[in-house]
């Protein structure tokens, strides 16, 4: 599942169907994003940047970082908006 910035949340395999879509292409002309999503991304990005760590067991130590997903970095999470 994905969240579009456009409010939709669907299938990712429904993305180039939903790039297409009245809604998206509407919210397109605009390009206006609630602060509660820009906050939602880039909270994203800070956990995606941190990664998740995975403790060893014992009697070892230490652990392995590791990164799963990440949300791409756009002008809503960079702070600045596009030209």
Same mark, same amino acid.
């Given at each position: 599942?994905?969240?579009?910035?456009?409010?939709?949340?669907?299938?990712s395999k429904n993305w180039k169907k939903h790039e297409m +879509?009245? *809604?998206h292409q509407e919210w397109a002309?605009?390009?206006s994003? +609630?602060? *509660?999503?820009?906050?939602?991304m880039r909270?994203?990005?800070a956990r995606d940047e941190a990664g998740q760590f995975a403790k060893f067991k014992a009697p070892l130590t230490?652990?392995?970082r590791f990164f799963t997903t990440w949300q791409?970095?756009?002008e809503w999470t960079r702070g600045r908006a596009s030209p």
């Open positions: 599942m994905w969240t579009c910035v456009c409010g939709y949340r669907g299938k +879509s009245e *809604r002309v605009h390009r994003v +609630s602060r *509660r999503i820009v906050a939602a909270a994203q990005v230490g652990g392995i791409d970095e756009n």
